[in-house]
Every structure is written in structure tokens, then in C-alpha cells.
């Protein structure tokens, strides 16, 4: 069965340093992977998403990137953390067929930036 | 412009009742695909159902029933006889075929079920 990784859980960075969220799936290949943020309150927003190996879409433009170097790896990174980019980063997963696209979630990254 | 409306921000329901979670979207395109997620407060977004634009079929799944109309573009959610374990945040999510298949979320309905 597939399994998607998130970590770290928790994290607390300052302004300024650097991030690194990992994400990794398990039992599938070739997958469509996806970041997402939800900030303050409720709202979930697409960061990036990949539709193959070194295939990265962004969706909103910020200090945030993301990298797929391996086929079942998906990073996020910021050279410099803002205040703003805190918040619960959401790592999620689909099968690359059109025909069943239904996203699996990870647990899920809390970021506080002080 | 938001795609997906949940003009629902909370709602309070005793347990038993049945409760309603309103969604409405917005597309162009003709093959497209609706979700509900349930959010515990552990954080992870749970998947509750997916829908097709091509299948209008009314869905239930014991206490869950999914109302989709193409003619007014909603797709609503139906929880029956509610528990205090529905207690959560429901997100509604559009995805269509022009963006890889990402979900684009409603802002989501934070359901509290009290005993």
C-alpha cells in the first residue's frame, strides 16, 4: 500500500535562516506530488506542484521553491525564511492517470517563523 | 477569483441532528472533479469522496450523503444523525484539468458537534 512522509513535524525557525521540508511517497510510482499551505485560520493554498522528475509548477509567486530530484521525493526549501511563511505545510500525492486523481495527504509540517 | 465557495464558515449542530455543508464552484472546463476532505484537529486532510463531472449520481456512504448538481454547480455534503467524532473542518476542492489536477479549496466549514 502507498504511504506519503512529511517531516519534520514541528519546526521553529527564525527570520532569515534557511528551510527544508522533505516529503517522500512509498509503494507507487511515477506519482504527481503537490505542496500546499495552510496559513493562519483555514484556508489551503497550492504552492508547487511536479508531474514527473525535475517538473515543478508554481503556483504563487514567492520566496519558496521546491525540487524533485528523485521520482518519489518532493522538497520545499526557502533561502530565507519571512514571518509570513509560517504556517502548516501539507505535502500530497495522486497517481498520474487522468482517470483516478484523488490526492492523499501527509501528516502535515507545522512552521513557526519568530 | 475563488473557485469553490463555502459560504459556511461554522456551524454548531447537537449530536443527532443531521447537518448540511453547502459548496458552489466555478469552471469552465467540461471534465473536471469534486472532493470533500474532512480536516481532524490532528491536522491531516482525510478524503472523503471524489466526483466526476460526468456522474450526477446522488452518493451516500453510511451517515455520508453527497449532493452534486451540475445546474446550479454546487455539491453539497450531508452528514446524518451527527457524532461529536464528525467535529472537524470540511474542505470542498475543485480540480480540473489545466492546473496537473490540483485541488483548489474552498476556505472550508468548521463543523462542531456537541453532545
Known amino acids: 500500500s502507498q504511504t506519503i512522509h512529511q517531516w519534520p513535524a514541528t519546526l521553529v525557525q527564525p527570520v532569515g535562516s534557511p528551510l527544508s521540508l522533505e516529503c517522500t511517497v512509498e509503494?507507487?510510482?511515477?506519482?504527481?506530488l503537490y505542496w500546499y499551505r495552510q496559513a493562519a485560520g483555514r484556508g489551503l493554498q497550492l504552492l508547487f506542484y511536479?508531474?514527473?522528475?525535475?517538473?515543478i509548477s508554481s503556483e504563487v509567486p514567492q520566496n519558496l521553491s521546491a525540487s524533485r530530484p528523485q521520482d518519489r521525493q518532493f522538497i520545499l526549501s526557502s533561502k530565507k525564511l519571512l514571518l509570513s511563511d509560517s504556517g502548516f505545510y501539507l505535502c500530497?500525492?495522486?497517481?498520474?492517470?487522468?482517470?483516478?486523481?484523488?490526492?492523499?495527504f501527509g501528516a502535515g509540517t507545522r512552521l513557526s517563523v519568530l | 477569483a475563488q473557485k469553490v465557495t463555502q459560504a459556511q464558515t461554522e456551524i454548531s449542530v447537537v449530536e443527532k441532528e443531521d447537518v448540511t455543508l453547502d459548496c458552489v464552484y466555478e469552471?469552465?472546463?467540461?471534465?473536471?472533479?469534486l472532493f470533500w476532505y474532512k480536516q481532524p484537529p490532528s491536522g491531516e486532510l482525510v478524503f472523503l469522496i471524489r466526483?466526476?463531472?460526468?456522474?450526477?449520481q446522488n452518493e451516500i456512504s453510511g451517515r455520508y450523503s453527497w449532493n452534486f448538481q451540475k445546474s446550479t454547480s454546487s455539491f453539497n455534503f450531508t452528514i446524518t444523525a451527527s457524532q461529536v467524532v464528525d467535529s472537524a473542518v470540511y474542505f470542498c476542492?475543485?480540480?480540473?484539468?489545466?492546473?496537473?489536477?490540483?485541488?483548489?479549496f474552498g476556505k472550508g466549514t468548521s463543523l462542531l458537534v456537541t453532545p
Open positions: 511536479s508531474v514527473g522528475i525535475g517538473q
Open positions: 509503494g507507487t510510482s511515477n506519482p504527481n
Open positions: 476542492a475543485l480540480s480540473e484539468s489545466n492546473s496537473g489536477y490540483a485541488l483548489n
Open positions: 469552471t469552465r472546463d467540461t471534465t473536471y472533479y
Open positions: 500530497a500525492w495522486s497517481v498520474s492517470r487522468i482517470a483516478k486523481n484523488i490526492q492523499y
Open positions: 466526483r466526476n463531472s460526468f456522474d450526477e
